[in-house]
């Protein structure tokens, strides 16, 4: 079981900790109540899923012994136009860097992660169309 608290600091401002014991903030633009001193909650959202994804990723090509240098990840989304206003489409591109990477094995590990692995990919395919873009980036 995870346990999430969630603080108030001043209107729209919430800090948020977690079993990790790190502190995260959290804010409101100020027509909200906010100060926009931090990222929206539903970017944190995106964060996860970033996260998520990219150490399933990372995990999957090291057991594959691909020579990964970086990795970056882009993701664009549409969101529902009445509340509650969910993620609709996210559309993450994958940016792999690295010499003579194997696209074979680079397809597979997202598809591993969006498929098998990453929850935070399970839960948001429930309302929203995620789709997976690889671009390799080869360096010298």
Known sequence: ????????????????????KH???MDGNEKVGGVDGASRPMEMVLFGLGGCTAVDVEIILKKMK???ENMEIDIKTERADGHPKVYTKIK???HFYGKDLPIKKL??????SKD???SASAMLGKTAEITANIEIHNTA
């Open 1 to 20: 079981m995870s346990e999430v608290k969630i603080q108030q600091v001043k209107g729209a401002t919430f800090a948020a900790i977690g079993a990790s």
């Open 116 to 118: 098998t692995y990453c």
């Open 92 to 94: 993450m591109t994958y």
């Open 66 to 68: 691909v020579p990964l």
């Open 23 to 25: 502190w995260v903030m």
């Open 107 to 112: 397809e597979k590990a997202v598809k591993l």
